[in-house]
């Protein structure tokens, strides 16, 4: 199948054939859709054929995947007991389920019929050639959260900052046309998404839809729950679009959506393309996730996508964030976008406790650079003395970041993209000793006995990922209980869940992960977090590395002291006096804003210039590299 988006006058192409049939009564993109893929096709240099494959999901554009069909039986007409009487004489099966049909809701699931009456097929069909019986195919809805209870809530009373910052959106729902794009700048836990909740609300009160985007990493059941709960009163109300979603229900969410019974939609990424009539809202959380953009083609920011739209549609957008990108602050500086602020927490709150542990002086007295440092040791002692929880974060992947040769200095990388392959212990127990593994394409490779370079058994492992800090953790402490979350460790599609459930009822001491777990969970619980390296981040060769790191300390922070008792956090690094931990430390967004921004400005990097990357490949960079003697050992780009 295949869209039309215009019109030629002429022609010089050959072949042009004619359309020979017009499938559907509509056009299933509106107008407003087709304006915003060109915008995109223009704006991101993207061949609008491209663009469309995004706006239209393959579910909808192929004709396979369709409405899961399924029988439904009913009575012909209304049938009394006397008639079922006579009929048991004859054959008393076919009465018993004409009596269960008459006393059931109908139609049913033929189905669900014959279990409940452990009858079989053949007396169901024998009833429908009797001509008492129909069956007919419907077509029934994937849902996946089908079969979960969602507890009603209620608005909750806003404080005072929370009550401007919903006038803000609710002015701007009254009066769209000249609405600017609005920045909800607020701490972490200082009731943005309470904000989000009441907003939708509105948009609704005024007859209108509503979009919410969250980073795909912290679409997770409690934010869904969240949603759900709030607009309880349709089952239909809320759609939800995310990656791990089967092909049938991605086409049924979107047909719930299309046909108009959703009228909210919460996704990642490309729910900023749900097709929703009379929109009103989009919400973007955390808008300065890197998550919202999209790597392969077309190449699209959905934050700022999600702006265009909203200014085609007349609609209202917020974006919503306690870090929010430089680029958008400082929109909201110029008086591009509003400014919405809120800085207490709720109740509040204390924000924790920063404490930056030097590991340069760590080093010096212990020889071994340690993973815990002596404070952080003691930290983590003191809490589960207390029977209270802790938070470890390292944004790395695996046991050992390399394997190296003590003797020639070779160190394993992968032949497809040449960085240093990551030693995992525990997911390859199947095959015995553990694997190397690339963290870019997925390359696996057996650990070899000797350098297969010098022939030496000299091969060390260098470098620590999650893996290492797990077993690091549950040697010095071996009473507690350790859990690792991170992308090895969540492969099974439960097992997210059930970690989190074992965290938030206390089952766990000592949660262990990448960013998986620095995002969006509440656990009134954990007073301590530790960051095991806050210096990772920082070297990436990416000149948003230092408002990255910045982002990432706030943000994982922000994980310590949300119940009764005050947080506290731990972050090693060597580099002490980085502006991004100095400012993060301090909770000072503004400072961290006016420093970063001078820098950009002196260095022409966005958002006062732009930036354009630009790839070119050959057949050549493809090869295999050739071994180089002195080949730096990669830090990876491990997510
Ligand atoms: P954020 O999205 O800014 O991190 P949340 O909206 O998740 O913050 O709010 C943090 C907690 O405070 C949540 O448990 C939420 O239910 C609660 N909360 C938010 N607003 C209020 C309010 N006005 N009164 C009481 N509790 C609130
Ligand atoms: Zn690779």
Aim: hydrophobic share 40%; glycine share 6%; proline share 4%.
């Amino acid at each position: 199948m295949s869209s039309i988006i215009s019109f030629l006058e002429r022609s010089e192409a050959k072949g042009i054939r004619s359309i020979e049939a017009v499938v559907g009564e509509s056009p299933i993109l509106s107008e407003q859709m087709l304006e915003l893929a060109r915008w995109i096709s223009a704006y991101y240099c993207c061949p609008i054929e491209t663009v469309m494959r995004s706006l239209l999901p393959q579910v909808i554009r192929r004709a396979e995947v369709g409405w899961k069909k399924q029988l439904f039986v009913r009575p012909t007409r209304k049938i009394d007991n006397e008639e079922i009487g006579k009929l048991r004489k004859r054959a008393p099966r076919q009465a018993e389920l004409l009596e269960a049909m008459s006393r059931l809701e109908t139609p049913m699931r033929a189905a669900d019929l014959l279990r409940q009456t452990s009858l079989d097929n053949q007396t169901l069909r024998a009833l429908v050639r009797r001509g008492l019986a129909e069956l007919r195919e419907e077509a029934v809805i994937r849902d996946p959260h089908a079969d979960e209870q969602f507890i009603a809530t209620s608005n909750l009373v806003m404080n005072n900052e929370q009550s401007l910052a919903l006038r803000e959106v609710t002015q701007a729902l009254d009066s769209p046309e000249n609405a600017r794009p609005i920045l909800l700048h607020g701490v972490t836990g200082s009731g943005k998404t309470e904000i989000y909740l009441q907003a939708i609300r509105a948009a609704l009160d005024r007859g209108r839809t509503a979009i919410v985007l969250v980073p795909e990493i912290s679409l997770t059941p409690q934010t869904v729950e969240r949603f759900k709960g709030r607009f309880a009163e349709a089952q239909d109300a809320v759609a939800v679009l995310h990656s791990h979603l089967s092909e049938g229900e991605r086409h049924d969410e979107w047909h719930k959506i299309h046909s108009g019974r959703a009228r909210i939609v919460i996704g990642a990424r490309s729910a900023v393309f749900a097709p929703l009539k009379n929109l009103g809202l989009i919400v973007v959380d955390e808008e300065h996730e890197t998550t919202y953009k999209q790597e392969e083609a077309p190449r699209y920011h959905a934050r700022d996508v999600a702006v265009v739209r909203a200014k085609i549609e007349k609609c209202v957008v917020v974006l919503g964030s306690a870090t929010p990108s430089l680029e958008s602050y400082h929109n909201a500086t110029t008086g591009k976008y509003r400014l919405a602020t809120l800085t207490q927490r709720i109740d509040e709150k204390q924000m924790p406790l920063m404490r930056i542990v030097d590991l340069r002086q760590e080093r010096r007295k212990e020889k071994a650079a340690a993973i815990l440092s002596e404070k952080l040791r003691a930290a983590i002692a003191d809490r589960l003395e207390k029977r209270e929880q802790t938070i470890l974060f390292l944004n790395r992947r695996g046991f050992s970041t390399s394997l190296l040769c003590s003797n020639c200095g070779e160190a394993r990388n992968c032949p497809n993209c040449s960085v240093a392959l990551t030693f995992h212990r525990h997911p390859a127990k199947a095959f015995g000793a553990g694997r190397l593994s690339c963290h870019l394409c997925g390359h696996t490779a057996a650990v070899p006995k000797k350098c297969p370079a010098c022939g030496k058994d000299a091969l060390i492992y260098a470098g620590f990922g999650t893996e290492k800090v797990e077993s690091t953790v549950a040697h010095i402490f071996p009473t507690a209980i350790v859990r690792r979350m991170d992308a090895d460790s969540m492969t099974r599609k439960e097992a997210y869940r059930e970690t989190l459930r074992s965290f938030r009822t206390g089952k766990i001491d000592i949660l262990v992960g990448t960013q998986m777990i620095a995002k969006g969970l509440h656990f009134p619980n954990v007073t301590l977090v530790g960051i095991i390296n806050a210096d990772l981040a920082l070297h990436l060769p990416d000149f948003r590395a230092g408002e990255r790191t910045f982002q990432l300390l706030t943000q994982v922070a922000g994980r310590a002291g949300r119940g009764e008792t005050s947080g506290e956090v731990f972050v090693q690094t060597y580099t002490p006096f980085s502006p991004s931990i100095q400012f993060a430390r301090h909770h000072d967004f503004a400072g961290y804003f006016q420093q970063e921004l001078e820098f950009r400005e002196r260095c022409d990097f966005p958002p006062f210039k732009h930036a354009i990357l630009i790839t070119v490949r050959s057949p050549w960079a493809t090869q295999r590299p050739r071994r180089s003697r002195n080949c730096k050992v990669n830090s990876g780009f491990t997510f």
